[in-house]
């Protein structure tokens, strides 16, 4: 257990939770809203030719990525920024959308148009005006993520100018994180400030429409991870007024922030819940292998103890509570029902969708190729997956047993919302003096039940009481897109979502994913595509960039 000299924070400290989601909150106003008018930027549009490939790290090597393109960039979305380096946009445009004036100045072409197609061979013609918004957030594991630029690699490989070849215009979007700080030293990124700026860009596009190329009303939020996890924030919360006086800290401009559509890669959400999501997803299996910092490189394989053994079973029967109390169907013991069904039937189609790439040829399924991939999924022929050659179709005994024996276990318990504070998620929710504090209200009401019984439990119950007030409960709800999925009439839900997850992810996106998609559905507030991508781990799982333009080109066309 780690000792903790916790310091209440002023700058987050907010209203208490029934005050703000329970009274009406007046609009805020921006004293300085001229400050965000984007027709001073008229002579700032630069040309591009070409770009500095850019590495992970932002590094040169000094090859050069060819497309022709113009950019506003560094530009402050808002008028009172925390940190005028980081809350910047940039917005890249295709060179079709613009025009060269007789000053040597650039400037929007209006009657220019960009024709394109759509999967089903439907014409589509952009215009300036008409063209849609990705906007991309560079966000991984809640850290500060900084605009990206044309040249940048994208997470997951290739880079963002396969989007300008297809006619649409990128918008990369920086925000504060979790170890953001201050000259002083104050940490200023600490939930929800990234969030905030998030929205506050929407706004600030929103608010220029008229001066920006691109259509404001089809803004489509794209992110991995943390970053999947702010684009379920954008789908989820738009024009909610819960965020307004952080709105009018930062001075962010005096319009709407929802977004059409929420492209979210393996979304590590739902905090409050994914503590118990993780044992439910690993129910009975006590041995695991953290991979630390160090991707693909496993460390030594460890065992929970006998007290998180019974947690783990405590959050197992929590979570299949609160499917249940979600309106979704999940059986007492939590291996069958609609809910568990559809699940194990997403990793059936993700196991026929490699058959098919990689088994197939001629539209012919090669057998042998076939029993050579069944027999790498089950070395020791368990019989978790089977292969029907009659039917040519792909069975498994349920969504739990491709988990025990495909997947490893990479976390202890608790895997959130750590019991010594040690995890990632714990910096997410500290103060301007605390770098990391416990958030889970879940995780806090089991260690409560257990103190009777447990001098543990009664130890790190009053560690979680402590840290767990009304502020904290307030961020935490701010911070849970589920919270306005179920309550819908709080916010402006994105009609369209695309949820992706690699079929080698072990972490919580997949069922923190697959709830959020459920839900959608079930109040029938959005059309979900919910995708398990075949032999990708966790990032943005595409087959290809080309699937996720296709996407963005389809909706946007509706």
Not at 164 to 175: M, P, R
Not at 276 to 305: D, R, V
Not at 412 to 438: Q, Y
Not at 455 to 463: G, M, Q, R, T, V
């Amino acid at each position: 257990m780690k000792s903790k000299n916790k310091l209440k924070s002023n700058l987050l400290k907010v209203l208490p939770v029934a005050a703000l989601f329970l009274n009406s909150i007046d609009t805020y106003s921006v004293e300085n809203s001229m400050d965000l008018n984007a027709s001073k930027f008229i002579k700032e549009w630069k040309y591009y030719s070409s770009f500095d490939k850019l590495d992970r790290d932002g590094k040169s090597n000094g090859e050069k990525i060819s497309i022709e393109c113009y950019a506003l960039e560094g530009i402050s979305y808002v008028s009172k920024p925390i940190d005028k380096k980081v809350e910047v946009l940039n917005i890249y445009v295709p060179k079709e959308y613009m025009k060269k004036n007789y000053d040597g100045t650039y400037s929007i072409d209006n009657n220019a148009k960009f024709v394109t197609k759509d999967t089903n061979g439907k014409t589509i013609s952009y215009t300036a005006q008409t063209a849609p918004i990705v906007y991309y957030n560079t966000v991984n594991g809640y850290s500060q993520g900084n605009a990206l630029t044309m040249g940048a690699t994208r997470m997951g490989g290739g880079d963002y100018t396969e989007f300008v070849k297809q006619g649409l215009i990128v918008v990369g979007i920086g925000a504060l994180g979790k170890e953001s700080k201050d000259s002083k030293g104050n940490y200023i990124g600490k939930a929800p400030m990234g969030l905030v700026d998030l929205k506050s860009g929407v706004k600030y596009l929103k608010y220029n429409d008229k001066f920006l190329p691109g259509d404001s009303n089809k803004i489509i939020s794209v992110g991995a991870s943390a970053g999947g996890a702010m684009s379920s924030l954008l789908g989820a919360t738009g024009n909610s007024k819960d965020y307004d006086r952080y709105f009018k800290e930062l001075g962010a401009a005096p319009s709407k922030d929802d977004v059409y559509a929420a492209i979210t890669y393996c979304p590590i959400t739902n905090l409050d819940n994914a503590d118990s999501a993780y044992e439910w997803m690993y129910q009975g299996i006590y041995k695991y292998q953290s991979f630390g910092s160090n991707f693909g490189i496993a460390g030594p394989e460890k065992t929970l103890t006998d007290f998180q053994k019974i947690i783990s079973q405590e959050l197992n029967k929590d979570f299949i509570k609160y499917v249940e109390k979600l309106g979704l169907d999940l059986s007492t013991k939590g291996n069958s029902g609609e809910y568990y069904e559809e699940l194990t039937r997403a990793y059936e189609k993700s196991i026929m969708d490699n058959i098919i790439m990689n088994c197939t040829t001629n539209s012919k399924v090669d057998e042998n190729k076939v029993n050579e991939f069944i027999k790498k999924l089950d070395p020791n022929e368990t019989g978790w997956v089977k292969w029907n050659s009659a039917t040519k179709t792909v069975k498994i005994t349920g969504f739990l047993d491709f988990v025990k024996n495909h997947l490893t276990r990479k976390k202890g318990c608790t895997s959130f919302d750590e019991l010594d504070l040690g995890l990632n998620e714990n910096t997410v929710f500290g103060n301007t003096t605390t770098n990391s504090l416990h958030f889970s209200n879940n995780v806090m009401n089991i260690l409560k039940k257990l103190s009777p019984e447990y001098k543990e439990a009664e130890i790190y119950y009053k560690e979680y009481s402590d840290d767990i007030d009304k502020e904290m409960l307030e961020r935490t709800y701010l911070m849970n897109p589920m919270n306005y999925i179920e309550a819908k009439e709080k916010s402006d839900i994105a009609p369209y979502w695309r949820i992706n997850i690699g079929s080698e992810d072990s972490d919580v996106g997949v069922v923190t994913g697959f709830t959020m998609g459920k839900v959608l559905e079930k109040n029938k507030s959005a059309i979900v595509d919910f995708n398990i991508i075949w032999g990708y781990g966790h990032g943005p799982a595409e087959y290809s960039v080309n699937d996720l333009i296709n996407y963005v080109k389809d909706i946007s066309n509706n």
